[in-house]
């Protein structure tokens, strides 16, 4: 039985181009290879619940789940459920600005002519500014010098005309304005002043793993060790967050947990 609070895929909704899964030598786009993953999953026939979990607890040598909707007991588990974003660390910021604020760029992917701010340095960063590029005029502001994607990204982005990259350019105020933001921002000429309509700080991300017991988190080494639990994929991998590594953790604990069964019932 499969729990999704969204949709499947996760953060692939978001990837311009997904070069390094196999099958693939052109590259994919990341929703294109999102809705194969989808498809290939509904064909084997997993159950699936669209629901948020609030909690994985662990008893009696059960896991028992309880979502926004139902509980569920199991034997074994698998938490696959990858990273949230980081929010930005900025004083005096309104309630009205942070609600203002994305940190993901599913929900204006489709948008045009607007300006959009990026605030970060990764490969996230850069890979959101290219996917927008394409109708839009994207600024990304590096507080540091320091570029921490993929040279390729780097490369591809600063090609792009309608890209611009400012380093040494760190945000200090974000207000409402006309409709959009205005950032203040302080760089290596002064202070300046940055109006556009949609802000994303992709400045990093952690593991999602708020639903865990109190319990499950005092003995979550033993039941890895013991094989009844699994982390698999970008809640567990760090810096090695990829959709081809995430599959593969996949095949490998559905395996495993497979063994285990049967060598129960023999």
């Given at each position: 039985?499969?729990?999704?609070?969204?949709?499947?895929?996760?953060?692939?909704?978001?990837?311009?181009?997904?070069?390094?899964?196999?099958?693939?030598?052109?590259?994919?786009?990341?929703?294109?290879?999102?809705?194969?993953?989808?498809?290939?999953?509904?064909?084997?026939?997993?159950?699936?619940?669209?629901?948020?979990?609030?909690?994985?607890?662990y008893a009696n040598e059960?896991?028992?789940?309880?979502?926004?909707?139902?509980?569920?007991?199991?034997?074994?588990?698998?938490?696959?459920?990858?990273?949230?974003?980081?929010?930005?660390?900025?004083?005096?910021?309104?309630?009205?600005?942070?609600?203002?604020?994305?940190?993901?760029?599913?929900?204006?992917?489709?948008?045009?002519?607007?300006?959009?701010?990026?605030?970060?340095?990764?490969?996230?960063?850069?890979?959101?500014?290219?996917?927008?590029?394409?109708?839009?005029?994207?600024?990304?502001?590096?507080?540091?010098?320091?570029?921490?994607?993929?040279?390729?990204?780097?490369?591809?982005?600063?090609?792009?005309?309608?890209?611009?990259?400012?380093?040494?350019?760190?945000?200090?105020?974000?207000?409402?304005?006309?409709?959009?933001?205005?950032?203040?921002?302080?760089?290596?000429?002064?202070?300046?002043?940055?109006?556009?309509?949609?802000?994303?700080?992709?400045?990093?991300?952690?593991?999602?793993?708020?639903?865990?017991?109190?319990?499950?988190?005092?003995?979550?080494?033993?039941?890895?060790?013991?094989?009844?639990?699994?982390?698999?994929?970008?809640?567990?991998?760090?810096?090695?967050?990829?959709?081809?590594?995430?599959?593969?953790?996949?095949?490998?604990?559905?395996?495993?947990?497979s063994r285990n069964i049967?060598?129960?019932?023999?």
């Amino acid at each position: 039985v499969l729990f999704e609070k969204a949709e499947i895929g996760g953060l692939l909704e978001n990837a311009n181009l997904v070069e390094n899964y196999p099958g693939f030598p052109e590259g994919i786009g990341g929703p294109k290879l999102a809705i194969l993953l989808r498809n290939h999953l509904i064909k084997t026939g997993v159950e699936i619940h669209f629901e948020k979990v609030i909690e994985l607890d662990y008893a009696n040598e059960r896991f028992h789940l309880r979502t926004d909707k139902r509980r569920v007991d199991s034997r074994f588990a698998i938490v696959a459920s990858g990273t949230r974003p980081r929010k930005l660390n900025i004083e005096g910021l309104s309630e009205c600005v942070k609600k203002s604020i994305l940190y993901e760029i599913q929900q204006i992917k489709n948008i045009e002519n607007e300006k959009i701010a990026i605030i970060g340095a990764g490969d996230a960063a850069f890979d959101y500014a290219i996917n927008l590029s394409k109708r839009n005029e994207v600024v990304i502001l590096n507080r540091g010098q320091n570029v921490k994607c993929i040279h390729l990204l780097f490369e591809r982005a600063s090609a792009i005309g309608s890209i611009s990259y400012l380093e040494d350019t760190e945000t200090k105020r974000i207000e409402s304005h006309n409709g959009g933001l205005k950032l203040t921002c302080t760089g290596p000429t002064g202070v300046s002043e940055i109006s556009v309509k949609y802000l994303v700080a992709a400045v990093g991300r952690e593991p999602e793993l708020r639903f865990l017991s109190e319990n499950i988190k005092k003995i979550r080494e033993r039941l890895v060790k013991d094989k009844h639990i699994y982390f698999i994929g970008d809640v567990e991998n760090g810096k090695f967050r990829q959709t081809a590594i995430a599959v593969g953790d996949g095949i490998r604990a559905a395996m495993e947990i497979s063994r285990n069964i049967q060598r129960k019932t023999e």
